[in-house]
């Protein structure tokens, strides 16, 4: 006896792992910092979202993974911001993190025009980051 297949189940299936990964990838949207790239973004009239962060940091990975959340469940945030990464290993004691008196990996900041809206100094709390994000929108 062969196994049947239910043809409407299949697809269903079979369109949700493809779009899986798109939306995944949707949020993954990140600028990664070089010298001048906020400012320009600042002075395009863009919201900035800066993330102080470094690849063996696991409370900045924790972080990247509430606002890639955050960003998926909400849209309007993708709208509203761009995203910059800047690597704590190469710009720690650049101007970029001194100019800002950045105390520590693992900071986020939210940027408009010469202002800074929020801060938040490695917290992880969904709530807090949200709270963060919504002052961008």
């Given at each position: 006896m062969t196994?049947?297949?239910?043809?409407?189940n299949f697809l269903i299936t079979t369109t949700a792992l493809v779009a899986l990964p798109i939306?995944?990838?949707?949020?993954?949207?990140w600028i990664d910092y070089k010298p001048g790239v906020i400012q320009s973004l600042l002075d395009e009239g863009k919201t900035?979202?800066?993330?102080y962060s470094a690849v063996w940091c696991s409370t900045c990975k924790a972080q990247e993974r509430?606002?890639?959340?955050?960003?998926?469940?909400?849209?309007?945030?993708?709208?509203?911001m761009a995203f910059v990464r800047v690597d704590w290993d190469d710009y720690?004691?650049?101007d970029v993190?001194?100019?800002?008196k950045i105390p520590r990996r693992s900071t986020l900041l939210v940027l408009r025009g010469s202002e800074e809206l929020g801060r938040i100094v490695a917290g992880?709390?969904?709530?807090?980051?949200e709270a963060l994000l919504d002052l961008g929108l």
């Amino acid at each position: 006896m062969t196994p049947t297949i239910n043809r409407r189940n299949f697809l269903i299936t079979t369109t949700a792992l493809v779009a899986l990964p798109i939306a995944a990838f949707a949020a993954q949207d990140w600028i990664d910092y070089k010298p001048g790239v906020i400012q320009s973004l600042l002075d395009e009239g863009k919201t900035v979202l800066v993330d102080y962060s470094a690849v063996w940091c696991s409370t900045c990975k924790a972080q990247e993974r509430v606002i890639n959340d955050l960003r998926d469940m909400n849209p309007a945030y993708n709208e509203a911001m761009a995203f910059v990464r800047v690597d704590w290993d190469d710009y720690g004691r650049h101007d970029v993190t001194t100019s800002r008196k950045i105390p520590r990996r693992s900071t986020l900041l939210v940027l408009r025009g010469s202002e800074e809206l929020g801060r938040i100094v490695a917290g992880t709390r969904v709530n807090d980051i949200e709270a963060l994000l919504d002052l961008g929108l």
